[in-house]
């Protein structure tokens, strides 16, 4: 990585506070890209080609000046990063003087450049993952064969293994994802990949290790937030991310609970999924009946299922008297045609409800 003429005006601008001495950064052609001297950017530097030539140090005395072009007395030391020259640092002034000084901008800027590089692979890295995410969700279809080469050769991961995907829905969901990362690696956590995806959603895979306690722990640290979460069952490979990540999307969809498993809601995911032609041919003598009813019907008849159909436990729950149950329920079956006592009939109102 090369020293650059944004990056040297900010090493500039925060050393010229520190260092009471002339300062020139110049790249690996020697021309000065950041400057105290304003007025010396962009000129070539006698010194700093010598010090490209030999990367080796040049200290430059008063009777050197006139030998070497646009100097003046001073230090020069080679930039290097990762083993390849990146520029060169120069400090004016006496060499005895500014020796030091100019070892530490080196140093400055050696780190400031290792930094940047960092912060520019993991970019790059989360663009990777980002971009092969999308693919892996693509709504209509996935290349497996393409995504699993990407995993193998670009982003050296095996996916050959159980994951279990965790969608949660938030907003501010950019500035969540690394918060999430957090969460996970101080639980243990190695997830395939943190990412945030569509409007509001960011989604963890996590290595399946049939512990929904940790994950469990993860939520409750969120409980401060607007947040609702999905947890899709352990699934295999490539198919299995996305079958998981659809599971989990169902599980936030088809419950009002706050955090939700697809294991949990596994027959309203049957219904839900049902082709809607058969669905609307089934149903339609009887969903304009159920639009209709008033909502202390509908909420018994949710509060019923729930219930498994048990009819004391429904009365305790919604605190309400056994016989006043039954006749809501007697009226839900006047008014749609569908007794919820009666199994196969309580089935499709279940399926209108969802």
């Known amino acids: 990585m090369e020293l650059s003429e944004q990056l040297g005006k900010e090493i500039i601008s925060m050393l010229s506070a520190y260092i009471d001495v002339p300062i020139n950064l110049m790249d690996p052609s020697g021309k000065i890209v950041a400057s105290t001297d304003q007025g010396r950017v962009s000129q070539l530097h006698g010194g700093a080609k010598k010090v490209i030539e030999t990367k080796q140090e040049q200290i430059i005395h008063e009777s050197d000046v006139e030998d070497l072009s646009n100097v003046k007395p001073g230090v020069n030391l080679p930039i290097f990063h990762r083993d390849e020259l990146a520029g060169v640092v120069g400090l004016t002034g006496s060499p005895e003087d500014v020796m030091q000084a100019a070892g530490m901008t080196r140093g400055s800027v050696e780190i400031a450049l290792e930094q940047v590089y960092q912060q520019r692979q993991v970019f790059y890295q989360e663009r990777q993952w980002n971009n092969w995410v999308q693919q892996l969700l693509h709504p209509i279809k996935m290349d497996e064969e393409f995504l699993i080469q990407e995993a193998t050769y670009t982003l050296n991961v095996d996916v050959k293994q159980n994951w279990q995907v965790l969608v949660l829905c938030l907003s501010n969901h950019f500035e969540w994802c690394e918060r999430i990362r957090q969460l996970l690696t101080s639980q243990g ?3 395939l990949f943190v990412v945030p995806h569509q409007e509001n959603e ?4 996590l290595p399946d290790q049939n512990d929904s306690i940790i994950i469990e722990d993860i939520l409750k640290e969120l409980h401060t937030i607007d947040v609702s979460a999905g ?8 198919a299995g991310l996305r079958r998981s990540y659809f599971q989990a999307v169902d599980a936030i969809h088809l419950t009002d609970k706050k955090y939700s498993y697809s294991k949990d ?8 999924h049902i082709d809607p032609e058969i669905l609307n041919e089934v149903t339609k003598g009887y969903q304009n009946r159920l639009n209709q009813l008033e909502k202390v019907y509908k909420e018994t008849l949710i509060c019923y299922f729930a219930s498994n159909l048990r009819v004391n436990r429904t009365a305790a729950d919604m605190h309400i008297h056994r016989n006043t149950l039954v006749y809501r329920l007697e009226q839900i079956h006047k008014k749609t045609g569908l007794n919820p006592k009666v199994f196969k009939e309580a089935i499709i109102l279940q399926a209108l409800l969802l």
């Open 202 to 205: 960011v989604i963890a895979a």
């Open 189 to 191: 956590q190695h997830p």
């Open 265 to 272: 809601v596994q027959m309203e995911r049957l219904l839900y």
């Open 231 to 238: 947890i899709g069952g352990a699934e295999y490979g490539i």
